[in-house]
Protein backbone atom coordinates (compact mmCIF):
# COMPACT_ATOMS: atom_id res chain seq x y z
CA UNK A 1 0.00 0.00 0.00
CA UNK A 2 1.71 3.28 -1.29
CA UNK A 3 1.45 5.91 1.42
CA UNK A 4 0.82 9.36 1.04
CA UNK A 5 4.17 11.95 -0.26
CA UNK A 6 5.52 14.68 2.40
CA UNK A 7 8.35 16.02 2.12
CA UNK A 8 11.21 14.95 4.86
CA UNK A 9 12.54 18.41 5.94
CA UNK A 10 11.25 22.10 6.16
CA UNK A 11 12.84 24.37 7.59
CA UNK A 12 11.81 27.91 8.27
CA UNK A 13 12.46 31.25 10.05
CA UNK A 14 11.32 32.04 13.49
CA UNK A 15 7.73 34.40 12.98
CA UNK A 16 7.66 33.36 9.32
CA UNK A 17 5.51 30.97 7.70
CA UNK A 18 5.68 27.21 6.82
CA UNK A 19 3.55 25.14 4.51
CA UNK A 20 3.99 21.70 4.85
CA UNK A 21 2.45 19.69 1.48
CA UNK A 22 1.11 16.11 1.53
CA UNK A 23 0.40 14.61 -2.07
CA UNK A 24 -2.20 11.49 -2.64
CA UNK A 25 -4.36 10.33 -4.86
CA UNK A 26 -7.84 10.65 -6.09
CA UNK A 27 -8.71 7.35 -4.35
CA UNK A 28 -7.65 9.17 -0.65
CA UNK A 29 -6.53 12.78 -0.32
CA UNK A 30 -8.42 13.57 -3.56
CA UNK A 31 -11.60 11.53 -2.31
CA UNK A 32 -12.03 13.23 1.22
CA UNK A 33 -9.28 14.97 2.46
CA UNK A 34 -6.45 14.46 5.06
CA UNK A 35 -5.86 14.47 8.73
CA UNK A 36 -3.01 16.36 9.78
CA UNK A 37 -0.80 15.33 12.90
CA UNK A 38 1.59 16.60 15.07
CA UNK A 39 4.11 14.45 16.74
CA UNK A 40 7.13 15.38 19.25
CA UNK A 41 9.79 13.29 20.41
CA UNK A 42 9.06 10.81 23.00
CA UNK A 43 4.77 11.58 22.95
CA UNK A 44 1.69 9.96 21.27
CA UNK A 45 1.20 12.03 17.77
CA UNK A 46 -2.06 15.33 18.30
CA UNK A 47 -4.40 16.08 15.87
CA UNK A 48 -4.60 19.25 14.08
CA UNK A 49 -6.67 19.16 11.44
CA UNK A 50 -9.18 16.84 10.70
CA UNK A 51 -10.32 15.68 7.17
CA UNK A 52 -12.68 18.11 6.70
CA UNK A 53 -10.16 20.76 7.69
CA UNK A 54 -11.62 21.61 10.75
CA UNK A 55 -9.39 22.34 13.71
CA UNK A 56 -9.76 21.02 17.31
CA UNK A 57 -10.41 22.87 20.03
CA UNK A 58 -7.63 23.97 21.89
CA UNK A 59 -5.71 23.97 18.29
CA UNK A 60 -3.93 27.48 17.72
CA UNK A 61 -5.40 29.55 14.92
CA UNK A 62 -1.50 29.43 13.54
CA UNK A 63 -2.41 26.08 11.67
CA UNK A 64 -4.47 26.36 8.97
CA UNK A 65 -5.05 23.23 6.75
CA UNK A 66 -6.40 23.14 2.77
CA UNK A 67 -6.47 20.52 0.03
CA UNK A 68 -6.20 21.09 -3.99
CA UNK A 69 -6.79 18.57 -5.74
CA UNK A 70 -4.63 15.62 -4.68
CA UNK A 71 -2.57 17.71 -2.30
CA UNK A 72 -3.02 18.51 0.91
CA UNK A 73 -1.13 21.74 2.85
CA UNK A 74 -0.83 22.68 6.62
CA UNK A 75 0.50 26.00 7.08
CA UNK A 76 1.26 27.01 10.04
CA UNK A 77 2.10 31.33 10.53
CA UNK A 78 3.75 33.32 12.96
CA UNK A 79 6.28 30.00 13.49
CA UNK A 80 7.02 29.39 17.39
CA UNK A 81 10.08 27.50 18.13
CA UNK A 82 7.39 25.05 19.91
CA UNK A 83 6.37 24.80 16.13
CA UNK A 84 9.55 22.84 15.63
CA UNK A 85 8.24 18.82 15.59
CA UNK A 86 7.31 15.78 13.38
CA UNK A 87 3.87 16.73 11.63
CA UNK A 88 2.74 13.65 9.63
CA UNK A 89 -0.91 13.65 7.44
CA UNK A 90 -2.94 10.51 6.88
CA UNK A 91 -6.24 9.66 4.96
CA UNK A 92 -8.81 7.20 3.98
CA UNK A 93 -8.19 5.58 1.07
CA UNK A 94 -11.85 4.45 -0.19
CA UNK A 95 -10.41 2.04 -3.46
CA UNK A 96 -8.31 0.03 -0.85
CA UNK A 97 -10.20 0.30 2.25
CA UNK A 98 -7.11 1.27 3.82
CA UNK A 99 -5.74 4.63 6.41
CA UNK A 100 -2.53 5.68 4.59
CA UNK A 101 0.22 7.56 6.52
CA UNK A 102 2.94 9.91 5.08
CA UNK A 103 6.46 9.73 5.91
CA UNK A 104 6.37 12.72 7.57
CA UNK A 105 7.98 16.26 7.73
CA UNK A 106 10.19 17.34 10.30
CA UNK A 107 9.95 20.94 10.62
CA UNK A 108 12.71 23.12 11.78
CA UNK A 109 12.24 26.45 13.16
CA UNK A 110 15.36 28.45 12.93
CA UNK B 1 -11.57 13.40 30.46
CA UNK B 2 -10.86 11.21 27.67
CA UNK B 3 -8.06 8.89 28.64
CA UNK B 4 -7.18 5.66 26.46
CA UNK B 5 -4.42 3.01 28.05
CA UNK B 6 -2.34 0.40 26.16
CA UNK B 7 -1.00 -2.51 27.82
CA UNK B 8 0.13 -6.10 26.78
CA UNK B 9 3.38 -5.28 25.01
CA UNK B 10 6.75 -6.62 25.77
CA UNK B 11 9.48 -8.66 24.25
CA UNK B 12 8.73 -12.14 22.31
CA UNK B 13 10.14 -14.31 19.90
CA UNK B 14 9.16 -14.20 16.10
CA UNK B 15 6.49 -16.63 15.60
CA UNK B 16 4.77 -16.25 19.01
CA UNK B 17 1.58 -14.30 20.09
CA UNK B 18 0.94 -11.01 21.48
CA UNK B 19 -2.40 -9.78 22.91
CA UNK B 20 -2.61 -5.54 23.08
CA UNK B 21 -5.67 -3.86 25.06
CA UNK B 22 -6.80 -0.13 25.08
CA UNK B 23 -8.92 0.44 27.57
CA UNK B 24 -10.88 3.23 27.60
CA UNK B 25 -12.61 6.28 30.03
CA UNK B 26 -14.62 9.06 29.66
CA UNK B 27 -15.87 8.62 26.38
CA UNK B 28 -18.94 6.88 24.66
CA UNK B 29 -16.65 3.71 23.73
CA UNK B 30 -19.30 2.37 21.66
CA UNK B 31 -20.16 5.23 20.04
CA UNK B 32 -15.85 5.38 18.46
CA UNK B 33 -14.10 3.74 15.41
CA UNK B 34 -10.88 3.06 16.78
CA UNK B 35 -7.60 1.94 15.13
CA UNK B 36 -4.10 0.91 16.12
CA UNK B 37 -1.23 2.24 14.59
CA UNK B 38 2.45 1.34 15.34
CA UNK B 39 5.70 2.98 14.79
CA UNK B 40 9.20 1.31 14.32
CA UNK B 41 12.07 3.11 16.58
CA UNK B 42 13.04 6.00 14.81
CA UNK B 43 10.51 5.93 11.94
CA UNK B 44 6.91 7.22 11.25
CA UNK B 45 3.64 6.06 12.12
CA UNK B 46 1.89 3.21 10.13
CA UNK B 47 -1.78 2.42 10.05
CA UNK B 48 -2.34 -1.13 11.29
CA UNK B 49 -5.84 -1.53 11.60
CA UNK B 50 -9.54 0.01 12.10
CA UNK B 51 -12.48 -1.31 14.21
CA UNK B 52 -16.18 0.26 13.25
CA UNK B 53 -17.97 2.05 16.68
CA UNK B 54 -20.23 -1.25 16.60
CA UNK B 55 -17.73 -4.46 15.50
CA UNK B 56 -19.19 -4.82 11.79
CA UNK B 57 -16.67 -3.85 9.64
CA UNK B 58 -12.48 -4.15 9.79
CA UNK B 59 -10.12 -3.24 8.14
CA UNK B 60 -6.18 -3.94 7.79
CA UNK B 61 -2.80 -3.16 6.68
CA UNK B 62 -1.35 -5.50 3.83
CA UNK B 63 1.71 -5.89 6.37
CA UNK B 64 -0.14 -7.30 9.37
CA UNK B 65 -3.24 -9.17 7.13
CA UNK B 66 -3.85 -12.69 7.80
CA UNK B 67 -1.52 -12.26 11.08
CA UNK B 68 -3.59 -9.72 13.42
CA UNK B 69 -7.24 -9.23 14.57
CA UNK B 70 -8.69 -6.50 15.44
CA UNK B 71 -11.92 -6.40 18.20
CA UNK B 72 -13.69 -4.86 21.04
CA UNK B 73 -15.65 -5.38 23.95
CA UNK B 74 -18.21 -2.02 24.43
CA UNK B 75 -18.79 -3.67 27.78
CA UNK B 76 -15.89 -3.41 28.85
CA UNK B 77 -14.89 -0.11 26.72
CA UNK B 78 -11.51 -1.66 25.65
CA UNK B 79 -10.21 -2.52 22.75
CA UNK B 80 -7.84 -5.34 21.69
CA UNK B 81 -5.29 -6.03 19.13
CA UNK B 82 -4.42 -10.09 18.64
CA UNK B 83 -1.14 -10.58 17.16
CA UNK B 84 0.05 -14.03 15.65
CA UNK B 85 3.27 -14.91 13.87
CA UNK B 86 4.92 -11.97 14.93
CA UNK B 87 7.87 -10.92 12.84
CA UNK B 88 10.94 -8.03 13.88
CA UNK B 89 9.49 -6.19 11.50
CA UNK B 90 6.37 -5.88 14.09
CA UNK B 91 8.49 -4.34 16.29
CA UNK B 92 7.04 -0.74 17.29
CA UNK B 93 5.03 1.29 19.80
CA UNK B 94 1.87 0.55 19.36
CA UNK B 95 -1.10 3.33 19.26
CA UNK B 96 -4.69 3.33 19.24
CA UNK B 97 -6.42 6.13 18.32
CA UNK B 98 -10.27 6.95 18.34
CA UNK B 99 -12.55 8.28 15.45
CA UNK B 100 -16.01 9.37 14.74
CA UNK B 101 -17.64 11.06 11.73
CA UNK B 102 -15.91 13.98 10.83
CA UNK B 103 -13.35 13.73 14.42
CA UNK B 104 -10.41 11.55 13.19
CA UNK B 105 -7.68 10.02 15.07
CA UNK B 106 -8.68 12.08 17.72
CA UNK B 107 -7.66 10.89 20.97
CA UNK B 108 -4.47 8.61 21.18
CA UNK B 109 -3.08 6.64 23.97
CA UNK B 110 0.53 6.55 24.75
CA UNK B 111 1.62 3.55 23.51
CA UNK B 112 2.76 0.12 24.32
CA UNK B 113 5.97 -1.31 22.96
CA UNK B 114 6.61 -4.70 21.02
CA UNK B 115 10.05 -5.79 20.98
CA UNK B 116 10.25 -9.02 18.43
CA UNK B 117 13.58 -10.63 19.02
CA UNK B 118 15.10 -13.98 19.23
Known amino acids: QAGLTQPPSVSKDFRQTATLTCTGN????????AVWLQQNQGHPPKVLSY???KRPSGISERFSASRSGNTASLTITGLQPEDESDYYC???????????FGGGTKLTVL | QVQLVESGGGVVQPGTSLRLSCVTS????????MHWVRQAPGKGLEWVAV????????HYADSVKGRFTISRDNSKNTLYLQMDSLKSEDTAVYYC???????????WGQGTLVTVSS
Open chain 2, 97 to 107: ATERTAVELDY
Open chain 1, 26 to 33: NNNVGDQG
Open chain 1, 90 to 100: SAWDSSLNVWV
Open chain 2, 26 to 33: GLRFNTYG
Open chain 1, 51 to 53: KNN
Open chain 2, 51 to 58: LWYDGTRE
